[in-house]
């Protein structure tokens, strides 16, 4: 069956680095765009960031956008999220998420979730 775990997480100081990865099984991972998003305690989830199935275009959130870089290997079938210049309102957990085809709507499959907890 389809699975996404994410892996990566963890601790870190305002200003600091993480590299989110997910792994993905169970479909043919380079027939689908890839997304990251997050959800923060008491709060909606919300888009961060998406790749196209070759990685040749990417689609950020406003306020992740120049902090963050979203890349895949579609020879591991695993989409990275780097994290830069982290601020205490990144706090929450992140998601990657598959979606069938192109474009950037919905999507169709959810991994479990990373937390990551920035303080300040």
């Known amino acids: 069956q389809v699975q996404l775990v994410e892996s990566g997480g963890g601790l870190v100081q305002a200003g600091g680095s993480l590299r989110l990865s997910c792994a993905a099984s169970g479909y043919t991972f380079s027939s689908y765009t890839m997304g990251w998003f997050r959800q923060a305690p008491g709060k909606e989830r919300e888009f961060v960031a998406a790749?196209?199935?070759?990685?040749?275009?990417?689609y950020y959130s406003d306020s992740d956008k120049g902090r963050f870089t979203i890349s895949r290997d579609n020879a591991k079938k695993t989409v990275y999220l780097q994290m830069n210049s982290l601020k205490p309102e990144d706090t929450a957990v992140y998601y990657c998420a598959a979606r069938r085809g192109p474009g950037w709507g919905s999507y169709d499959y959810w991994g479990q979730g990373t937390q990551v907890t920035v303080s300040s």
């Open positions: 790749i196209s199935w070759n990685g040749g275009s990417t």
